[in-house]
């Protein structure tokens, strides 16, 4: 009786893990023939997207030499003609101009091939200014109007203008352009940057001196520090910028080490000062130049001082070790006794560099205190960029996306706001928030300045995704008259809705779609590679709808549009396509009844193009026609053939797990033990591959199948090892919990852990509804074993609840789950027999017609029974 009832549970889960298990032919790539490990345009673009915000948030946050690195990445096989890429191009210029490399900076602007517009012109400017053609800065710069700079450029261009009429304008007056630089810089860091070259071109460029007015300088400097005078320093400052322009840097700093000692408490002033110009004049690459900018940052008093030595610092943390320096320095700082606007700062520099240090942890807690620290809206702003990318990095999208979408309530600026939409699309999208994903990118592609192309792509995508596959049609019919997209984008994504419905058994319709887009405008308008795919996809859908009358008429012009385009394509794309598109014929004549033909056309493709896909491709094709016909050894056999020949394959191990299947189909015990060396094979040679879990899994149920219940316990045991977190790990649960029950030597504590195993998998809400219904009936039925009846009847009574009374889930439940309640009810209304309640009895079988569930004829044969005995 054991046997007999094993037997039964075996061959019902074998059959339910063959279905489950069941793979088909596997998909081929998004991109048409294209071999799926390499990235697809549409990753680039969103990997290239993400990699401009850290290259664009480095320069804005002063780290120029990482935003130069960073940038010189993006430009690598970019598009030399993009608009894209000219962008930039014009942002790693900015790059080299906050680094001093002047030169540099030049010569890459010699280089430029984009539009010159005025971001061109003001760096022109700035670069010629800074090169000392000042006639050439000046007129450039007053050729270009105010108006015409973008938002992050004005300051730039206050600040050039401001540096040529310093002379006519006092720097207190309101308006004065260097004051207006100040006033409009967008970020902290650009405000530290511009303070920096104001003060080093205003106070350290001065007219050269001759010997003897720097000797009566230096007379006038003593004479007054004998003094005691408060001028002696005045004039000390300047005859140090005096010997630094006339290149006796050794002079100046020896003054300044005289001199700052001799400063008195309450000329705090003139103290910072001086360690600042020291620090500028020893240079922020000599250790000495840091010293005085941490002295100043650390002691000073006046709070912009201590802010343009802080951003010296900033700008020497190009290498890890400086890094280290920088962070080791600041958080020995007591900020109780800095002012809140240098303590955000700092905040804000530490929180970045340790971001470069991709210790993100500790960079989010910066951000985080500096946020509780009420900063200004322009250094939140470059905080909330900050996290954005910390999220990013750690794969938060869902907290990226919060961030950007309170980021974009800051930002004024229309193409940055428009460039924030698109990154909060890409947040949705690899979230898996693809409804979200889909409405981002659906706002992102009316914008201005975009890559439609791509963005339509990933919108359809993002549809497809969600299952909106309507949607995804309406927004490739609203487009496709559009000049605007790049056609090969938009056949991309039509592409991959194409797909979607194929595999929602929509074929039908993606056939006719692809027909009504296949125009003659269309082979005018595409590369000829991507038309050939085209016309191959359409032969392929032909056969899945069971046109097989059209299928071979369909390959004619396959092989007509490859014979006019020899020469045009890659000769081993042309063999590919020919040669699959033979396979689709193959079985399109077998499928019509020709199947001579057909299987003379699979072997034609064998023999004249042995290497190929195809070649191994016609084996399984084969081999699923025997199949259909019940020729199982024919079938097997070829499946062999097919791993035996093509062993390098992705279709080899589909080949050995349908082989086994086949093995087990034939029903002997030979046949049972010839799979169970197949499915060795298959997890030997294939130890990656998703099919080796179900091979291992119907292992087990082979072993089961021959009462080797404790081999098949230690199978699933390994299963459960090796796939912690595969998606049918509770199916290997549930099977291992059946072997420990069928065992007679079973303990009472594994009879315990098999019956909580059930009771789990019973009450997980994750777990698919007909897998809970089968584990409840296993929870109630274990007890059974325990001679327990009451315990039995509220178990089934928990499940009957559960599913059809508290919830009525019956519409819910497939069929397996079906079956497994209708056996709850079943069982129940015996038990409920065995005790003599026959009025309850009756009410739970009648849950069987009234729910509609499988059993029907028997519950009604009970019920009559039972109605004959009440009366």
């Known amino acids: 009786m054991k046997r007999h009832f094993a037997r039964g549970v075996i061959l019902l889960c074998l059959s339910g893990i063959m279905a489950s298990g069941q793979i088909e032919e596997p998909r081929l790539p998004t991109v048409p023939l294209v071999e799926s490990g390499s990235l697809s345009l549409e990753q ?138 100040r006033l409009m810089s967008v970020s902290p860091e650009q405000r530290a940057q511009i303070d920096l070259i104001i003060y080093r071109t205003v106070l350290l460029e001065s007219g050269k001196l001759d010997e003897n007015d720097l000797r009566r300088l230096k007379f006038v400097t003593e004479s007054e520090l004998e003094k005691g005078n408060r001028a002696g320093f005045q004039f000390a400052k300047e005859y140090v910028i005096a010997l630094y322009t006339l290149g006796r840097t050794g002079e100046a700093v020896l003054t300044l080490k005289d001199t700052l000692p001799h400063i008195l408490e309450a000329d705090y002033d003139l103290r910072d000062e001086f360690l600042l110009l020291q620090g500028i004049i020893l240079g922020r690459e000599s250790s000495a130049g840091r010293d005085a900018f941490r002295t100043l940052l650390s002691s000073g008093v006046i709070t912009d001082l201590r802010l343009r030595a802080l951003q010296e610092l900033v700008y020497s943390a190009s290498s890890s070790d400086d890094i280290e320096n920088f962070l080791s320095f600041t958080s020995g700082l007591n900020q109780a006794q800095l002012p809140r606007e240098l303590v955000n700062q700092i905040l804000n520099n530490r929180a970045q560099l340790l971001y470069r240090s991709k210790d993100y942890v500790a960079s989010e807690a910066e951000c985080g205190s500096l946020l509780q620290n009420d900063p200004d809206t322009e250094l939140r702003e470059s905080t909330l960029r900050l996290l954005v990318l910390i999220a990013f990095q750690r794969q938060r999208y869902r907290t990226a996306s919060g961030l950007l979408i309170e980021l974009s309530e800051l930002v004024s600026d229309a193409r940055e706001r428009n460039r924030i ?203 699923r026609y025997y199949a259909s016909e019940n020729r199982m050894v024919d079938a097997q056999r070829r499946l062999i053939e097919l791993a035996d020949s093509y062993s390098a394959s992705e279709l080899a191990p589909v080949a050995l797990y349908e082989a086994a299947l086949h093995a087990l189909t034939r029903g002997t015990e030979s046949t049972q033990r010839e799979a169970n060396l197949i499915l060795n094979r298959l997890a030997d040679n294939y130890p990656e591959h998703p099919l080796v879990f179900y091979g291992r899994l119907n292992q087990g149920n082979l072993l089961r199948s021959f009462n080797d219940f404790g081999g098949a316990e230690v199978v699933f045991e390994q299963l459960l090892l090796s796939f912690p977190r595969h998606k049918d790990r509770a199916i290997v649960e549930m099977a291992q919990a059946e072997c420990i029950l069928a065992q007679t030597d079973t303990s009472q504590a594994r009879f315990d852990q098999a019956i909580g195993r059930f009771e789990r998998l019973a009450e997980l809400p994750d777990l698919p509804i007909d897998l809970r219904v089968e584990a409840s009936w296993k929870w109630a039925f274990s007890y059974e074993r325990r001679d327990n009846p009451d315990r039995v009847i509220q178990l089934y009574w928990l499940a009957i609840n559960q599913f059809l009374i508290n919830e009525d889930q019956s519409e819910h439940l497939g069929s397996t789950g079906r079956y497994w309640m209708s056996k709850i009810i079943i069982s129940l209304g015996e038990a409920l027999e065995a005790q003599g309640d026959v009025e309850s009895a009756r009410r739970v079988y009648s849950l069987i017609p009234d729910r509609g569930l499988p059993f029907k004829n028997l519950a009604e044969g009970k019920l009559s029974r039972l109605a004959q005995k009440i009366d």
């Open 421 to 623: 939409q698109l990154l909060v699309a890409d947040c949705f999208f690899k979230a898996g928030d693809f409804t979200d994903a889909a409405e981002s990118y659906g706002i992102a592609i009316r914008q201005e300045d975009t890559d439609r192309g791509v963005l339509l792509f990933q919108w359809v995508l993002s549809e497809i995704s969600a299952g909106n596959l309507e949607r995804a049609e309406s927004h490739m019919e609203a487009t496709r008259d559009d000049t605007s997209i790049d056609p090969v984008q938009k056949w991309k994504a039509l592409w991959n809705l194409l797909t979607a419905l194929q595999r929602s058994k929509k074929a039908d319709k993606a056939y006719d779609l692809l027909n009504a887009w296949l125009t003659q405008n269309a082979r005018e308008v595409l590369p000829v590679s991507l038309w050939v795919r085209l016309l191959w996809f359409r032969c392929q859908l032909s056969l899945k709808t069971g046109s097989y009358e059209s299928t071979p008429v369909l390959a004619g012009e396959v092989y007509a549009a490859l014979t006019d385009a020899k020469g045009k394509i890659d000769q081993a794309l042309g063999i590919k396509v020919w040669s699959l598109t033979q396979i689709l014929e193959g079985q399109a004549l077998v499928f019509a009844g020709r199947q001579d033909e057909g299987l003379e056309l699979m072997e034609t493709v064998r023999r004249d193009y042995p290497h190929t896909r195809a070649a191994a491709q016609s084996y399984l094709a084969e081999a």
């Open 44 to 181: 680039i673009a969103s990997r290239r997207l993400w990699q401009r915000e850290a290259a664009d948030n480095a320069l804005r946050s002063g780290l120029a030499s990482i935003a130069v690195s960073l940038y010189d990445q993006l430009l690598e096989g970019a598009d030399p003609e993009s608009a894209l890429t000219h962008e930039v191009e014009l942002n790693r210029i900015s790059a080299f101009i906050a680094l001093g490399q002047m030169e540099t900076a030049d010569g890459a602007l010699g280089e430029f091939r984009g539009v010159k517009d005025s971001r061109f012109v003001l760096r022109r400017a700035i670069v010629s200014f800074f090169l000392g053609d000042r006639s050439s800065a000046e007129t450039i710069i007053r050729g270009v109007s105010g108006e015409a700079m973008q938002l992050d450029d004005l300051p730039w261009y206050y600040l050039l203008l401001g540096l040529f009429e310093r002379r006519q304008l006092e720097d207190s007056e309101e308006n004065a352009y260097l004051n207006r630089a």
